[in-house]
T-cell receptor
Framework: GAVVSQHPSRVICKSGTSVKIECRSL??????MFWYRQFPKQSLMLMAT?????????EQGVEKDKFLINHASLTLSTLTVTSAHPEDSSFYIC?????????????FGQGTRLTVV | GESVGLHLPTLSVQEGDNSIINCAYS??????FIWYKQESGKGPQFIID?????DKRQGQRVTVLLNKTVKHLSLQIAATQPGDSAVYFC?????????FGGGTRLMVKP
């Protein structure tokens, strides 16, 4: 299957700093990337959907100025958590899909565990 | 997204038994459905998919059933093994939207 690489896998940062998480599709071109947040023992919550070369579409309740998403190429999307606070601590997961191919699954990165201290 | 703040139900089965995990999806226009397996601290892994014009699809030890009338999806795992212990999510797609169901934690007892 296709591979999506997410980096870093774990990050600890100080409150008030910003953290960038990268999501790369390694062997296919991702027309669309999704960013999810997952709290312990809960399902994945879709934060935003980004299409290559255009602005991300954010889900209701997700602050676009807080969670900056860039999808500049068909193989890379980044999520930047700006001015992070302890309540931003969570597991963040990206997934990628090539919508030019019909009925393709979305491939997931391994996730990033963010801890804000 | 559809799944907001849901705590995961747990299904406990004996090793060797069959498991059935259920999922209710929300959008009657969704055209493609996927089951994912997520192990602790990892991202979801693809298990099996099904298009909306099908009602059953079989893989190796897994079967997905789709009932569009009641917007219900199920995953059947035959001869459940300890390695099957994980959280299982269904996902539905419509256009470029991919949203997850609530998920079920499967625990396999030896």
């Amino acid at each position: 299957g296709a591979v999506v690489s997410q980096h870093p896998s774990r990050v600890i940062c100080k409150s008030g700093t910003s953290v960038k998480i990268e999501c790369r599709s390694l062997d296919f071109q991702a027309t669309t990337m999704f960013w999810y947040r997952q709290f312990p023992k809960q399902s994945l919550m879709l934060m935003a959907t980004s299409n290559e070369g255009s602005k991300a579409t954010y889900e209701q309740g997700v602050e676009k100025d807080k969670f900056l998403i860039n999808h500049a190429s068909l193989t890379l999307s980044t999520l930047t958590v700006t001015s992070a606070h302890p309540e931003d601590s969570s597991f963040y997961i990206c997934s990628a899909r090539d919508f030019r191919r019909s009925n393709t699954e979305a491939f997931f990165g391994q996730g990033t565990r963010l801890t804000v201290v | 997204g559809e799944s907001v703040g849901l705590h995961l139900p747990t299904l406990s089965v004996q090793e060797g038994d069959n498991s059935i995990i259920n999922c209710a999806y929300s959008n009657s226009a969704s055209d493609y459905f996927i089951w994912y397996k997520q192990e602790s601290g990892k991202g979801p892994q693809f298990i099996i998919d099904i298009r909306s014009n099908m009602d059953k699809r079989q893989g190796q030890r897994v079967t997905v059933l789709l009932n569009k009338t009641v917007k219900h999806l199920s995953l059947q795992i035959a001869a459940t093994q300890p390695g099957d212990s994980a959280v299982y999510f269904c996902a539905e797609t419509f256009g470029n939207m991919l949203t997850f169901g609530g998920g079920t934690r499967l625990m396999v007892k030896p």
